[in-house]
């Protein structure tokens, strides 16, 4: 527990950017001095305190846990009610929430008549790994601790990420980073064609059928082969390339329906 400066017993002058300067002290004298690390720490932050703990939350990436306790979406926002940011707005804990890695528990009250239930609720829902949140019926601004239910849902998220192993959130960290699954390129030589090159397969069972151009092989049965005495040029139906003949003129009849030639003839 700490005053910011110019809050209850700390001295110097009350702003956004000394909030932030003050808990990243108060950071670096638990790591230096405590060899405390932020694996073991869970932020905490109450009303106008959700502003730091959120500014240091998003630069803490293996963080147990983080609390907002009457949180505010921004310090605009707690004075009217608009949709989009302005760069004179101060604590913009909509954007900052987003890059929180950790569990975020939100707790609010829902008569809270200085920060309304709405922020609270808004930071729940943008949060990227959100806990059960806890909302108190009746509850106002400063008399949350006093509800049965504040220190019972708090004890509870504690006690769960006491028991989270470094295991578990290593596993959730690569979940949150894995990126969408690569279809196998094996899936593609189940159609009529395979690999980078596009050939027809011979619905003859006699035959074998063609993979790539490296696998290519010519067909074993009569029904899939047919020899012609001239220069024809075959056309697939399927648009394949020219794999679907060889040595100049033979074509796969399975796979071309219509064979031209120079001379102009054709044959089914």
């Known amino acids: 527990m700490y005053d910011y400066s110019g809050y209850g017993a700390s001295t110097g002058k009350p702003s ?12 670096q004298c638990l790591q230096t001095e405590y060899g405390i690390s932020q694996e073991d720490l869970i932020l905490y932050g109450q ?19 983080v609390v907002l306790h009457s ?35 939100v707790i609010h009250g829902t008569e809270d008549d200085v920060v309304n239930w709405l922020h609270g609720n808004g930071l729940w829902k943008m949060a990227r790994e959100p806990y059960e949140p806890l909302w108190i019926k009746g509850g ?12 019972l849902h708090l004890c509870k998220f504690i006690y769960e990420m006491e028991n989270t192993t470094t295991a578990i959130r290593l596993k959730r960290i690569r979940q949150s ?3 969408p699954t690569r279809s196998n390129t094996n899936s593609s030589a189940q159609g009529d064609g395979c690999c980078k090159i596009k050939i027809c397969q011979p619905k003859c069972l006699k035959c074998p059928k ?12 009569l029904c899939c082969w047919k020899p012609c005495n001239c220069c024809w040029k075959p056309e697939c139906r399927l648009s394949c390339c020219c794999c679907c003949f060889c040595f100049k003129c033979s074509e796969w009849r399975c796979c071309v329906g219509i064979h031209k030639g120079i001379n102009g003839k054709q044959e089914g």
Not at 16 to 27: G, K, M, P, R
Not at 92 to 101: C, F, G, L, T
Request: net charge positive; proline share 6%.
């Open 16 to 27: 956004e950017s000394n909030t932030y300067a003050d808990i990243e002290a108060v950071y």
């Open 47 to 65: 009303s106008v305190g959700s502003g730091p703990t959120l500014h240091l939350a998003a630069k803490l990436p293996r963080l147990r846990g």
């Open 71 to 105: 949180g505010i979406l921004s310090g605009l926002r707690v004075l009217c009610h608009v949709k989009f940011n302005f760069c004179f707005d101060i604590y913009q804990n909509i954007k900052k929430i987003q890059k929180v890695k950790c569990p975020v528990l």
């Open 140 to 151: 106002g601004h400063c008399n949350l601790e006093l509800y049965p239910d504040y220190i």
């Open 177 to 179: 980073l894995s990126l």
């Open 210 to 221: 063609p993979r790539c151009g490296k696998c290519f092989r010519l067909p074993k049965s």
